[in-house]
């Protein structure tokens, strides 16, 4: 279960990260550009995916080993 966690905070960190790279740098990177209802607030749902890779990765922290 920890290394489901951890694969998934990383996946979210890197998809809010792309999406911020995108939003400033105007790269073609990240799938938030790509979902069609978040027009005009990537950069909230950017940040909101790199809050959720911090939770993913505490509560990965906080489970027992397996």
């Known amino acids: 279960m920890k290394k ?3 694969i998934a905070g990383f996946l979210a960190v890197l998809q809010g990260a792309m999406g911020l790279v995108h939003e400033f740098t105007d790269w073609n990177v990240g799938l938030v550009r790509r979902i069609g209802f978040l027009d005009g607030y990537e950069v909230y749902a950017s940040v ?3 809050a959720l890779g ?3 990765f505490a509560a990965a922290e906080s489970s027992p080993p397996a």
Do not use: G, V
């Open 48 to 50: 909101a995916l790199l």
């Open 4 to 6: 489901l966690l951890e």
């Open 54 to 56: 911090a939770a993913l």
